[in-house]
């Protein structure tokens, strides 16, 4: 080969490489993902989950449309406000995480609940016999603190370990785990299991007025519901 001819070639090969970089088209990952915001004028499932959601609890008296319009905007900051969050109608990840909805990149919602009708049925128990005196958010943060123990590895995997843990709950010592809970129990259980976590990822919850242990006043505060503190 020519010196002529290899010169032409390398060009060539040069030539086509530079082409080919020009013209690749760069794709993000199929994986990553998108942070999900539901505000006014956003539709669909999910939209329409959280409105049914807010119905149910006396948020919101609107139709459950999937529509986020004005009234469901009032309804949301009426929550927020009622939770502890910002008050600015727009549904983040820490809103997100109070209704217990947890939604895909795909726009889909899922449940947090993979538990038996008998873990159900325990967890109300548990409710009942601890917090019947509570409001309806402090029973579903009791119900949480049990889930959240549940996910921690300080602590026994299943429903029933958690909740007969030795000297966990007073219920279980008094025998009140025993009383039949009501429907607002199943009820605070049930939103409980699908994710609402009122308590903010507590592992522990007490009465300051009749705690005599100088451990649990050391944890560290994340909301005070009622006559309960919630800690980790």
């Known amino acids: 080969m020519t010196k002529t001819k290899r010169f ?15 013209t690749v088209v760069v794709t993000p990952p199929t994986n990553y993902a998108y942070a999900v915001v539901l505000k006014q004028g956003s539709k669909g499932a999910d939209v329409k989950k959280m409105q049914q959601k807010l119905k149910n609890w006396g948020y919101y008296k609107g139709s459950v449309d999937g529509i986020f319009g004005s009234k469901t905007k009032e309804a949301v900051k009426y929550f927020q406000r009622r939770n502890g969050l910002v008050s600015d109608g727009i549904v983040g990840k820490k809103t997100l995480s109070a209704l217990g909805m947890k939604v895909s990149s795909s726009g889909g919602s899922s449940s947090t609940s993979s538990l038996s009708s008998a873990d159900l049925n325990l967890l109300a128990k548990l409710i009942y016999a601890e917090a019947r005196g509570e409001s309806y958010t402090g029973q579903v943060a009791v119900g949480a603190v049990v889930l959240n123990r549940i996910a921690s590895s300080s602590f026994p995997n299943t429903m029933s370990g958690v909740i007969y843990q030795p000297y966990a709950f007073t219920c279980v010592n008094d025998g009140q785990i025993n009383l039949t809970p009501n429907e607002t129990a199943k009820k605070a ?24 242990s100088s451990w649990i006043f050391s944890r560290k505060t994340t909301v005070v519901i009622g006559r309960h503190v919630f800690a980790i």
Not at 8 to 18: D, N, Y
């Open 8 to 22: 032409l070639a390398i060009f060539f090969i040069v030539f086509s490489f530079l082409v080919l970089a020009r």
């Open 189 to 212: 259980a049930r939103d409980a299991l699908n994710g609402w976590d009122p308590s903010y990822g507590a592992l522990y919850y007490y009465n300051p007025d009749v705690a005599t």
